[in-house]
């Protein structure tokens, strides 16, 4: 409740938190364990672990330096992950690897959580750092895909491939040589917040992801062009395709992610047939949606209609 999120909001499994909850949530729970890392790992993380990893990489002269003094403090933070860096060919790889069980009886669900919750604090803090967003061109998963698999494509990037034995988040090696940007009174202004802040830090540093969202949502049946939604945000088709490289997405990743939330809210509502959903979100043809929502769900979507209606 402290939140925001009543009886209703746990009632709906269509129903999704908004920005501002889920750095509320992030702050109540390291409040009220005294651990940063969230009781996942096997050596808690006090309240002021993490200004302190923050500060030993804020002298780093460039991005390579900041990725392994990371490694070197993470082995002291959080033992139970190895986080390094690979660097193969044309590619940097942030390494996260498991070195042994975590938190007796912790469920798959937390192991995928610590996995995901240090690559998004990691990567997040390094493109603060760097004053620009770190693409990931590829993303391994030591894990199984989970039923949201399609979001990846919109939180991480449109390569995210799952069942490999250690996390690796590839990058251009280039941009190992890119200087950190964040002066003293820059970092005193980040901790303010931190380490919930990265929430929304990672959400700014995708701009132009939320804009071509923003855009596609505003009219789903018109079948936006890349060249179309250039020209409605004042830019060449050349730039935008550049710029969602950078933010690790594309206009397909884009407008696939945002037709899976706007058919869950649909049928969520019970108040539109599967043939007008299916024309709302610009499909042809119904049967191709209905594919596509088995596919996001596991579900038809008439079954899940009947089960989840508000």
Not at 208 to 230: F, G, H, N, T
Request: charged fraction near 25%; hydrophobic fraction near 40%; include cysteine.
């Amino acid at each position: 409740m402290q939140a925001g999120l009543g009886p209703d909001f746990f009632a709906n499994p269509a129903k999704k938190i908004t920005l501002d909850q889920c750095v509320r949530i992030y702050e109540l729970i390291v409040q009220q364990l005294d651990d940063e890392g969230f009781g996942l790992f096997r050596k808690p993380l006090p309240r002021g672990s993490m200004e302190l990893f923050f500060r030993a990489l804020s002298s780093s002269s460039n991005l390579h330096e900041a990725i392994e003094r990371a490694s070197f403090f993470l082995r002291i933070l959080i033992p139970d992950m190895n986080v390094g860096l690979e660097v193969s060919g044309e590619m940097g790889c942030l390494l996260i690897k498991q070195k042994g069980p975590l938190v007796d009886g912790l469920p798959e669900v937390g192991r995928i959580f610590a996995y995901e919750w240090l690559l998004r604090h990691l990567h997040g803090y390094l493109c603060w750092l760097v004053g620009r967003g770190i693409a990931l061109d590829r993303i391994e998963f030591p894990y199984d895909a989970p039923p949201h698999a399609a979001d990846y494509k919109i939180l991480f990037t449109e390569d995210a491939d799952f069942g490999y034995q250690a996390l690796r988040a590839c990058f251009k090696k280039n941009l190992l040589d890119l200087p950190i940007r964040r002066d003293e009174d820059a970092l005193k202004l980040f901790l303010v917040g931190a380490p919930a802040k990265l929430t929304s830090l990672y959400r700014r540093e995708r701009e132009i992801v939320i804009r071509v969202r923003d855009l596609l949502k505003q009219d789903m049946s018109a079948r936006y062009s890349l060249e179309a939604v250039a020209c409605a945000l004042y830019m060449s088709p050349r730039t935008l395709h550049r710029r969602l490289q950078e933010e690790g997405s594309s206009l397909s990743a884009i407008r696939n992610a945002l037709r899976r939330d706007m058919a869950i809210s649909l049928m969520s509502r019970g108040k539109m047939s599967v043939a007008e959903i299916a024309s709302q979100l610009g499909y042809s043809d119904p049967s191709t949606f209905y594919r596509a929502f088995v596919a996001w769900t596991g579900r038809a979507p008439s079954g899940y209609m009947r089960h989840n209606v508000e």
